[in-house]
Each structure stands twice: as C-alpha cells, then as structure tokens.
C-alpha cells in the first residue's frame, strides 16, 4: 500500500503545533517539512516537537540551485544541501528504524541560467557526488525533481520525465532517487509506459490536482478537484512495486477558500477511497480517467470518519509548481 503525507506548502498560515496536530488528528502517516518556515525555530526544538507527536518527518524541502540560478554560487548551493542533509537527519533520527523509510530530501537542479545544457548536467552531477557520500552515511535520501517545461522557468532543466529517470537510474544508488511530481506529469504520455521504472526509482510521489496545463503559478488543487487521472496513477505505480510516501501538496486559493482543517479531512478521505480500491484490486486502478469527480463522492461519504487512523493507506518562495 502507501503511506500518506501532507506538506507545510499547503498550510502557510499554521505554525508547526497547528500542523503536527492536525497531522494526528487525520491520521496521517508523515508531513513534509519546507525549510524556510522552520528558520525561526532551532532544530533541536522541532526534532522535539515531531518526536513527541510521533509523527514521521517524509520529506525536507528543498535544495539545488546548483547551476547559479538563484544568485549562489556553486560551492554555496553544496554546502546548503549538506546543511540540509544533516538537519533531515536530525528530524529523521531513528525513522528508519522504526518505520523502515529514511528521510528525504528533495532537489531542484537549477535552470541552465546561461550554461549549455550539458554543462547543467555536470554541475548537477557533481553536486550530487559530492552529496551522495553524506547522504548515504547519515541515512538520507537525495531526490530529484523534474518539473514540466511550462511550469520550469527559473527552476529546473531537468523538463522531461524520461530523461531525469535515466540521470536517476545512472547513480546506481539507493540514496539518489526520484521525486515524481503528478500535478507536472500526471498526465504525461510516457506515463504508462515509463511507470515500472518509476515506481522502482522514486522515494515519493507529489500529488495535487489541475485544471489545464501545468503553468506556473497555476494553483496546486486538492485531488479529485481537477482533472488529472491521480488515483489511476498511484494505483499504477503501487502495482508496479512503489512503497513510499504519497505526499498530498495542495497549494492555492481553494485551499484557503475551504480552510486548513477541511483540506486535511478532504485528503484523508481521498487517499482512504484509493487505498480501499487499490486493496480490492479495483478495476480503477488500470484506468488512466477518473470517474468524474469520484474523490470528491468519497469525501461527502466518508467524512464522518475522517479523523479515523489509517496510516497505510534557506529562503526559497513558495511555488506552485
């Protein structure tokens, strides 16, 4: 099955108390943490605050920029990312072991910002070596994340699924994965045929809804909300082997519009519905369209037992994308 988390992306206006609560009140399995809003707080305090909820940390978010993108040099750009390995180690200690899913940490390579696009490659094939090594001996997962070409400007080259899975793939290294982003390709052509080597190379899998294509600055939507095949996607990577986190990131004015608290519960219900049909051997799960507005049907029926348990089932801005 899979396990579901939920991003501080989707709930700016909560602290990490509002979030750790609501994180067990849903019975989410993990939440994924965003940097910039835990800068105010020490480490040492939200290692505490995460341990004493029980609460597993999925992701830390992010890093890269390491073709110069963002103003840093290169030589910056790594030593942030080794910063950030050592804080999801932090946060993560003894996640491994008591869940079996080390933490990971999510990496934008940059735009080409000038370069060639080899050459974009070697910076970011550098950086990586240079990283794995810490990774590896604190427990961490490096993954990248390719964004689709309309929704990629300002921070990635890496804009085609096929390729960023073969860079994966090059690493050879458990600690070197992927992080597949289904509001950017969700609905890509390769899907079916790329999802067995998907499901084996990805740490986790984003999820949020459109309408359209992926532009930036389009809102993130809750699932069922849009019009991306999601559950036909997450039932196809589950067969095809993937046992990691499935990050729910909503992010935009429906969010705000339904509140925090329903957003959760929409999710819980959402991601309860999928792993129902999933353990069915639903036929569903082989369709890449949802039955119209299907997620949304789950949550009206199933929101009275929303909050029921089912854990199975640096200074960037917030984008969209």
Known sequence: MFD???SQLTTPRWDLA???????EHGLAAMSLWR?????????SVAAAVAAAGVRVSSLQWVGGFTGSDGRTFAESVADAAEAIAMAATLGSGAAARFGRPPVVVVHSGCRAGHTRSHAVRL?????????PLARAEGVVLALRPMHPQASAGCSFLTQLDDSLELVERFADPHVRLALDLWQFGDASEFDALAPRLAA????VHVADRRGPPVAHADRLPPGRGELPLEACVSQLVGCGFCGDVEFDPVGEMVQ???YDAAFAEIRAVADGWGDRIAAGSP???RRVDPPHQQLRDVQRRGAGAGSRRSQASTQAVSRG
Do not use: F, I
């Open 201 to 204: 190379a990805a740490a986790l």
């Open 284 to 286: 569903a799960r082989m």
């Open 4 to 6: 579901v988390a939920v």
């Open 124 to 132: 970011l094939v550098e950086a990586v070596e240079t990283l794995a």
């Open 18 to 24: 509002q979030e750790l609560a609501a994180v067990m």
């Open 257 to 259: 519009e339904l509140g």
């Open 36 to 44: 910039p809003k835990l800068s105010d707080t020490s480490l040492e």
